[in-house]
């Protein structure tokens, strides 16, 4: 991992007698982008307002490059926010929009109008550079948002759910831009979203938050493969939770009693007897018409039609399970199908406990 770039260490933010955040500490790495990833009313936001400077940590320090920014000013901290609305000016024109943060550091001309046209530039907005925001689509107002946060170059660029305003399908191709544009600058960016598909496919970095607190950080497929909790297995997205017994751990991997049958994981540190929970993906079930060894029937309550794939909902006995199944896998029109697991799946084991 790169040098520190931003250090958050026992921030506290307190409104009252609410706690808002509580006890963050964060590394966010040079060059990459960190994703604060949770539920509506987690802090996320707040911890991106305590960065730029917009509120005052109650306790703990802000680090940016090393140094302690907590009473420095937000226009002297070097972080730039981009926020979710965009805060674009109707009644000023593409170009001056994003001149608008140079012009109040005072730079003049030609150097002022050489770093917007090339901002504009790289970002693909030379052509409407003479246009109102307002005559621009949702994802062209969100490159000039990009465009007026990136032209006075900031250390840290912070992104407060840049894409939630777009519609899903130009959700997914501005992400791509968005994800384009990082790597090419090499900015450190941290961003904040509580859309899971969206924190999985630009982030190098994830911490999923929950209640003020931060609960992992990793990268996405850590946190995706091998959640530390049923909170963050379940927000990042579907998961199965099996209740499971260990059998035995005698090979060097542990075989597990569950309502799917017996299962075998690697996985170390549980014993005989003990209670367990199996966190098993859709995509590792697999389906079949036909019975087979190692197959257990399952009641088929509904199926979902997604594009990709199909996703069943079935009760083994009386235990619920979800699996998605490839595009062209047998028509929904069977009561009955026999499940079984994908050896390579990847089975991730917990200890038992209430899922919060």
Known sequence: MRDAYVQLIGLEKRFGSFVAVCDINLTVPEGQVTTLLGPSGCGKTTILSLIAGFQ??????????SLRVNEIPPQRRGAVIVFQDYALFPHLSVFENVAYGLRRRRLRDPELTGRVDK??????LIDERAKSPLQLSGGQQQRVALARALVVEPDVLLLDEPLSNLDAKLRVRVRTELKEI????????????????????????IAVLEAGRIRQVGTPYELYTQPVDAFVADFLGIANFLPATVLDTSQGSVL???PIGGLRAESIGFRPGQTVTVVLRPTALRL????????????????????GFR??????????VIADQPMNSD??????????????????????????
């Not at 901002?119 to 693909?124: I, N």
């Not at 090499?186 to 999985?200: N, R, S």
């Not at 996703?311 to 619920?320: A, D, I, N, S």
């Open 311 to 320: 996703r069943y909902e079935l009760l083994v006995g009386h235990f619920p």
């Open 119 to 124: 901002m504009l530039s790289f970002l693909g």
């Open 331 to 356: 028509p929904d029109n069977h009561t009955e199908l026999w499940l079984s697991v994908d050896r390579g799946a990847g089975l991730h084991i917990l200890p038992a406990g209430p899922r919060s």
């Open 182 to 205: 990082q790597r090419s600058l090499g900015k450190t960016t941290i961003l904040v979203t509580h859309d899971q598909e969206e924190a999985l496919s630009i982030s190098d970095r």
């Open 288 to 307: 079949s018409s036909t019975s087979t060894a190692g197959t257990v029937k399952a009641t088929v309550r509904s199926t979902s039609f997604l594009g």
């Open 256 to 258: 597990l009693d569950t």
């Open 56 to 65: 005052q940590p109650d306790r703990g320090e802000i680090r940016i490059k």
